[in-house]
């Protein structure tokens, strides 16, 4: 079974090397800090050097050696620990259209974990057309149709951010067989084996599953085990949005437990939750199924966003039925009064058949609408649909569906479906580790056109001022260690994590006085406050509290494209 926490001896050792590390020229240092190393160890006094894109040095003052640095950073005050590592953080797109990422370096996000079931490529023809709305409004269209073609594109013009992504299997689904609900054939699932093959072999982390959605939801267990093997084989991991985290929430922990088994490969629950108001309470239950299946010896865990709301697709408030085939013959099937009848009488049912947002949040008073393309539509953003349906003069339900046809199915709303104490329980979990679970977005630019979740820009000032300096859930180094080395060390990501020597120069110094989310539900498009310096890859991105013009992301790769993985 893998540790996932950090020996004490393993950082006493890693102290030692570096305090005898050799001196040099450091083009950046940040001293007179507290330094939250990513272990989880105590806090100490220390400072921390950075040349070229690495650490340094990491240990005690010396003032020969501050005197020759390139640049010098007064830490007092703050805590100096690793970049936070976002585990589920949904911005491939996002950083094509704006590379400074800055609703995510705000918050002290330096390396985001992505391809949540549904992966930017690989992409074919039908799969463009779909997504034309999307690039026509933001302007970019991806001129590239695989994982590879991805990666140069990401190489020629890096964002602030390091980025690494899963192949998602709801998408190598969408490629080879479209959105139908039926079986893969033989073929078919040959084919989406190849798939995997070829993006483990681009530097992809492993595969990954968002079962609650069309079509990823029409794949089987012993198709996701079969295409988890061929990840398995090249090094790689299986991360899964669960096919529920509601009602059949323990069925759906078996089938997890399940592929990690059978496919023998770690596995990882996304944005862990226990959601709608009929399962409040059960997070405990859910933890203690966690811990006994690695007692079993399974090496699974999970993560979440620190937030009682989650957010999707506006149509994801509908059933599954009425979305097979994609987003067109949902629009198309909503034109029958027929359909519409049975969509609503199906809404207002709290079914086990499927994850039903809309009763889960309590119905419209618990569904806002976040965000629409269709510019007619963003008076409605940040409302509720009880308000909305009000403002339209029609059951909520309805203005549901009128919605999804008048944006062609590309609205997204916030759900409120969890509750404060599971969302306590998970946090203080040593299994549990940091997402966002969002796209960056910024406070200009065209990210800025409409609203989204406020975990797009708040999450770790949250965890931070909320959770630990207010309310004393967790202590501030055991938090860091949640948001650094944990999610790090689920994606298998070897050189960042840790303030250690030779590791990735991922440093964030904030102050846990004053950093706190100000982003809200209502009013999302702010950034966080006290996290007044990032670096990522040793050059500061934010710089004084202001966002620089440095570029510095990179590509974090699997382990087929990590030296020695071939």
């Known amino acids: 079974m893998k540790r996932i926490l950090p020996a004490a001896a393993t950082f006493a050792a890693a102290f030692f090397f570096v305090a005898a590390s050799p001196a040099g020229v450091d083009d950046l240092v940040f001293e007179n800090g507290l330094v939250a190393d990513g272990t989880g160890a105590p806090l100490f006094s220390a400072d921390v050097a950075v040349r070229g894109d690495r650490i340094a040095f990491v240990g005690p003052p010396s003032s020969e050696r501050r005197a020759r640095a390139r640049r010098r950073v007064d830490a007092t005050g703050l805590v100096v620990s690793p970049g936070f590592v976002d585990l589920l953080g949904q911005s491939e797109y996002a950083v094509l259209v704006d590379p400074r990422a800055a609703s995510k370096i705000t918050q002290g996000i330096t390396t985001e974990v992505t391809g949540e079931g549904e992966s930017i490529a690989p992409l074919n023809a039908a799969m ?23 990666f140069d594109r990401f190489r020629k013009s890096p964002p602030a951010i390091n980025l690494g992504t899963f192949v998602g299997l709801g998408g190598l689904r969408k490629y ?15 084919a989406m084996e190849r798939e995997v093959e070829t993006a483990m072999k681009a530097g992809a982390l492993g595969v990954s599953t968002s079962l609650q959605y069309v079509p990823d939801m029409y794949n089987s267990t012993g198709e996701i085990v079969a295409m988890a ?21 323990d069925a759906s922990l078996d089938e997890v437990f399940r592929i990690a088994r059978e496919a023998r490969i770690p596995a990882n629950v996304w944005h862990l ?3 709608s108001k009929r399962n409040w309470g059960r997070m405990p239950h859910v933890l203690a199924r966690l811990e006994a299946a690695r007692a079993e010896g399974l090496d699974v865990a999970a993560n979440m966003y620190p937030w009682t709301a989650g957010s999707n697709g506006l149509d994801a408030c509908l059933p599954p039925w009425v979305r097979e085939g994609g ?36 119905g419209a008073a618990g569904v806002m609408l976040s965000a629409v393309l269709n510019p007619a539509l963003k008076k409605y953003e940040g409302k509720t649909l009880e308000t909305i349906g009000n403002e339209m003069g029609i059951d909520p339900r309805d203005a549901v ?14 759900i409120f479906m969890m509750s404060d104490d599971d969302v306590r329980a998970a946090l203080r979990s040593r299994l549990v580790a940091f997402c966002t679970d969002s796209s960056a977005s910024a406070t200009d630019g065209i990210l800025s056109k409409e609203k989204s979740h406020p ?13 630990v300096r207010d309310e004393k859930l967790l202590p501030l180094e055991e938090a860091v260690r949640k948001m650094t080395s944990l999610p790090a060390s689920r994606a ?52 004084g509290g202001k966002i620089t013009s440095a570029r510095p992301g990179q590509l974090v790769l699997g382990p087929w494209m990590r030296p020695g993985g071939n």
């Open 176 to 190: 080879v067989i479209g959105t139908e609900d039926r079986r893969a054939t033989p073929a078919e699932l040959a």
């Open 455 to 467: 975990r797009a820009w708040a999450s770790a000032a949250r965890i931070l001022g909320t959770y």
């Open 128 to 150: 463009l057309k779909e997504g034309e709305p999307q690039y026509a409004h933001y302007g970019v269209r991806p001129d590239f149709t695989t994982l590879a073609g991805y």
């Open 273 to 275: 939750k226990t959601a």
């Open 401 to 414: 569906m009128d919605l999804v046809v008048a944006d062609k199915a590309n609205s997204y709303c916030i």
């Open 327 to 362: 987003k067109e013959k949902l629009v198309a099937r909503l034109a029958d009064p027929a359909v519409r009848a049975r969509v609503k009488k199906e809404m207002a049912e709290d079914s086990d058949a499927w994850s039903n947002q809309w009763v889960g949040s309590g």
């Open 492 to 543: 298998q990501i070897q050189d960042r994590g840790l303030l250690k020597p030779g590791l990735k120069a991922d440093v964030v110094a904030f102050s846990p006085t004053a950093v706190r989310a100000v982003a809200t539900y209502e009013d999302p498009l702010h950034y966080s406050e006290g996290i007044p310096y990032v670096a990522v890859n040793g050059q500061l991105v934010v710089d």
């Open 229 to 249: 093997k061929v990840a398995a084989r090249y090094g790689g991991v299986y991360f899964t949005h669960q096919r529920s985290e509601g009602n059949q929430i």
